[in-house]
């Protein structure tokens, strides 16, 4: 029931203002979110975050502005600013009408605060086309901000974010995680930064200069605090979660009110809810696919407006792999034996090189799945900006119905015994039938390891530590334990050392966990199974 509560009022907050902590003390500050872009799905993120860590913890006062659906550029209730303690931005090239945007200017004029995310370094800046009666606020970035946004090194790669250490003390950073973070988002190209501000994160990506991520500035009086962070992967992160709600507090002139509690490490949960594309009930927008091994070379496709209402399965691949390829395989033999439904499907692989990866394909078209439509998506490797596809799971797959998302299933490491059933039984609950056992649709049952093979329990810790989404304390604790096994069982420690080995030379080595658990990985390599 909550959750239908939650997404009854995102909602109504697309058509106006909509506000929380209503039973909250009269004397609490009141925040307003100004939200208006649609590639990174603040219009959800924001009211979650606001729920969790400024209503439930803090006792907040939030109001929500959202963009007309219909017209990008009106903002219902947008007078709300008026009585603001706070303003929370999440606008990108919106223009808005003069009288509206004169209100924003006339907050910050008398120095109101200013929390910005994200695409807010480029809010009103049109690139000089607005319709009549509106305006834009080109210079908004570098006046207010302080920053300097020329654009963004590309979603391929992925960026690293570390606290600056000049900026240890400062309390936005009170319990934000010391370790570095990867960040869901490409890295925004800011340099440089106006002279008065604070840089508190930098983020680096392989073979470009290093850039601020998080900062402070002050325009007319008034604190400001802008990160270029806040893709729907980094609300997940407790370390974003925690600078975003200290520099809500630092803003409104708060930071000391942070406990003691406030100052430790931010806790990393065991296991994070992973999100990726529309959820259940939500529509599934229409989008186009190149078709590969198509009658012709140009075909493309519309899975969605194909499907013409009726069930449906997208699986949105992300990275490829052994596992992902099985599973897709499975998931494609069952769909081609259900034609007689009219469930349709593709597969859609995501790539910021079409060429390489179309070229891949005729290689490695055998192994591909060969019921199901497959092609490339025409939207780069974020895919359809509709959906808010998250690129550090391995593949997305949506099962619809009727235009709206039934199922969603968000697979970091795709595994056919784990994870292929529970998406069996999520497509037979909208066609019909019996979900059919993984024998039935040719997958063998798993084997014990060969003998020699690398220990069952070991294989688990090895696991755990190079998941995509381990946090930095999970790889710690894996390799701390595994090294402590290597120990005392030399053979071990080389079984161990010769899978880091193989990954190294055979140039996969970043596809595997993240920075700290290959930093491990060689590690252990070098120390194990060094090359002669």
Same mark, same amino acid.
């Given at each position: 029931?909550?959750?239908?509560?939650?997404?009854?009022?995102?909602?109504?907050?697309?058509?106006?203002?909509?506000?929380?902590?209503?039973?909250?003390?009269?004397?609490?500050?009141?925040?307003?979110?100004?939200?208006?872009?649609?590639?990174?799905? %603040?219009?959800? %993120?924001?009211?979650?975050? =606001?729920?969790?860590?400024?209503?439930?913890?803090?006792?907040?006062?939030?109001?929500?502005?959202?963009?007309?659906?219909?017209?990008?550029?009106?903002?219902?209730?947008?007078?709300?600013?008026?009585?603001?303690?706070?303003?929370?931005?999440?606008?990108?090239?919106?223009?808005?009408?003069?009288?509206?945007?004169?209100?924003?200017?006339?907050?910050?004029?008398?120095?109101?605060?200013?929390?910005?995310?994200?695409?807010?370094?480029?809010?009103?800046?049109?690139?000089?086309?607005?319709?009549?009666?509106?305006?834009?606020?080109?210079?908004?970035?570098?006046?207010?901000?302080?920053?300097?946004?020329?654009?963004?090194?590309?979603?391929?790669?992925?960026?690293?974010?570390?606290?600056?250490?000049?900026?240890?003390?400062?309390?936005?950073?009170?319990?934000?995680?010391?370790?570095?973070?990867?960040?869901?988002?490409?890295?925004?190209?800011?340099?440089?930064?106006?002279?008065?501000?604070?840089?508190?994160?930098?983020?680096?990506?392989?073979?470009?200069?290093?850039?601020?991520?998080?900062? %402070?500035?002050?325009?007319?009086?008034?604190?400001?605090?802008?990160?270029?962070?806040?893709?729907?992967?980094?609300?997940?992160?407790?370390?974003?979660?925690?600078?975003?709600?200290?520099?809500?507090?630092?803003?409104?002139?708060?930071?000391?009110?942070?406990?003691?509690?406030?100052?430790?490490?931010?806790?990393?949960?065991?296991?994070?809810?992973?999100?990726?594309?529309?959820?259940?009930?939500?529509?599934?927008?229409?989008?186009?696919?190149?078709?590969?091994?198509?009658?012709?070379?140009?075909?493309?496709?519309?899975?969605?407006?194909?499907?013409?209402?009726?069930?449906?399965?997208?699986?949105?691949?992300?990275?490829?792999?052994?596992?992902?390829?099985?599973?897709?395989?499975?998931?494609?033999?069952?769909?081609?034996?259900?034609?007689?439904?009219?469930?349709?499907?593709?597969?859609?692989?995501?790539?910021?090189?079409?060429?390489?990866? =179309?070229?891949?394909?005729?290689?490695?078209?055998?192994?591909?799945?060969?019921?199901?439509?497959?092609?490339?998506?025409?939207?780069?490797?974020?895919?359809?900006?509709?959906?808010?596809?998250?690129?550090?799971?391995?593949?997305?797959?949506?099962?619809?119905?009727?235009?709206?998302?039934?199922?969603?299933?968000?697979?970091?490491?795709?595994?056919?015994?784990?994870?292929?059933?529970?998406?069996?039984?999520?497509?037979?609950?909208?066609?019909?039938?019996?979900?059919?056992?993984?024998?039935?649709?040719?997958?063998?049952?798993?084997?014990?390891?060969?003998?020699?093979?690398?220990?069952?329990?070991?294989?688990?810790?090895?696991?755990?530590?190079?998941?995509?989404?381990?946090?930095?304390?999970?790889?710690?604790?894996?390799?701390?334990?595994?090294?402590?096994?290597?120990?005392?069982?030399?053979?071990?420690?080389?079984?161990?050392?010769?899978?880091?080995?193989?990954?190294?030379?055979?140039?996969?080595?970043?596809?595997?966990?993240?920075?700290?658990?290959?930093?491990?990985?060689?590690?252990?390599?070098?120390?194990? =199974?060094?090359?002669?």
């Amino acid at each position: 029931m909550r959750r239908l509560t939650m997404r009854m009022t995102v909602i109504m907050g697309m058509f106006a203002s909509l506000c929380w902590g209503i039973g909250a003390d009269a004397a609490a500050p009141r925040l307003v979110f100004l939200i208006g872009e649609a590639e990174y799905k %603040t219009r959800e %993120t924001l009211p979650r975050f =606001a729920r969790d860590e400024l209503v439930k913890t803090q006792g907040f006062r939030c109001t929500f502005v959202h963009a007309d659906p219909k017209d990008g550029n009106r903002f219902p209730g947008i007078e709300a600013i008026d009585s603001a303690d706070l303003v929370i931005l999440s606008v990108r090239r919106r223009t808005l009408k003069s009288a509206d945007l004169d209100r924003v200017r006339k907050y910050l004029d008398a120095g109101g605060p200013l929390v910005g995310i994200r695409t807010a370094s480029h809010a009103f800046h049109t690139r000089g086309e607005h319709p009549e009666g509106h305006a834009e606020w080109q210079d908004f970035d570098p006046e207010v901000l302080g920053g300097n946004y020329v654009g963004h090194y590309g979603s391929k790669l992925v960026a690293t974010v570390a606290r600056i250490p000049a900026a240890a003390g400062h309390p936005i950073l009170a319990g934000v995680s010391v370790r570095p973070f990867e960040s869901g988002g490409s890295l925004y190209r800011v340099n440089p930064l106006k002279k008065a501000c604070v840089p508190l994160l930098s983020g680096t990506v392989k073979g470009h200069p290093v850039e601020p991520v998080a900062w %402070t500035h002050r325009y007319r009086g008034g604190r400001i605090f802008y990160t270029s962070l806040g893709h729907p992967a980094d609300f997940q992160l407790p370390a974003f979660r925690r600078l975003l709600r200290n520099a809500v507090l630092w803003s409104l002139g708060r930071e000391t009110t942070l406990s003691r509690r406030d100052t430790n490490p931010s806790p990393e949960p065991k296991t994070q809810p992973v999100f990726s594309g529309p959820q259940v009930g939500e529509t599934l927008p229409k989008f186009g696919v190149k078709r590969m091994f198509g009658k012709s070379t140009d075909e493309t496709l519309e899975p969605i407006a194909a499907a013409g209402g009726k069930p449906v399965v997208v699986i949105f691949v992300h990275k490829i792999s052994r596992p992902g390829i099985a599973a897709m395989r499975v998931m494609s033999k069952f769909l081609g034996q259900q034609k007689k439904t009219g469930v349709g499907g593709a597969v859609v692989f995501l790539t910021e090189d079409p060429t390489s990866t =179309a070229n891949w394909m005729h290689r490695a078209r055998r192994a591909l799945p060969a019921e199901l439509p497959v092609g490339i998506s025409l939207d780069g490797i974020e895919g359809p900006g509709a959906y808010g596809l998250n690129r550090k799971v391995e593949l997305t797959i949506l099962v619809g119905n009727r235009g709206k998302v039934t199922a969603n299933f968000a697979l970091v490491q795709p595994s056919t015994q784990a994870d292929v059933p529970k998406v069996l039984a999520a497509i037979v609950a909208q066609i019909g039938g019996k979900v059919p056992t993984l024998a039935s649709l040719g997958v063998a049952e798993r084997r014990t390891p060969a003998r020699g093979g690398l220990p069952a329990e070991i294989g688990i810790k090895l696991r755990q530590m190079i998941g995509k989404m381990a946090t930095a304390a999970d790889v710690e604790k894996a390799a701390v334990e595994l090294e402590a096994v290597f120990a005392k069982r030399p053979a071990v420690a080389k079984q161990v050392g010769q899978i880091g080995r193989r990954f190294i030379k055979a140039g996969r080595l970043d596809m595997y966990g993240t920075p700290p658990a290959r930093v491990y990985l060689k590690k252990w390599a070098d120390k194990y =199974a060094p090359t002669r």
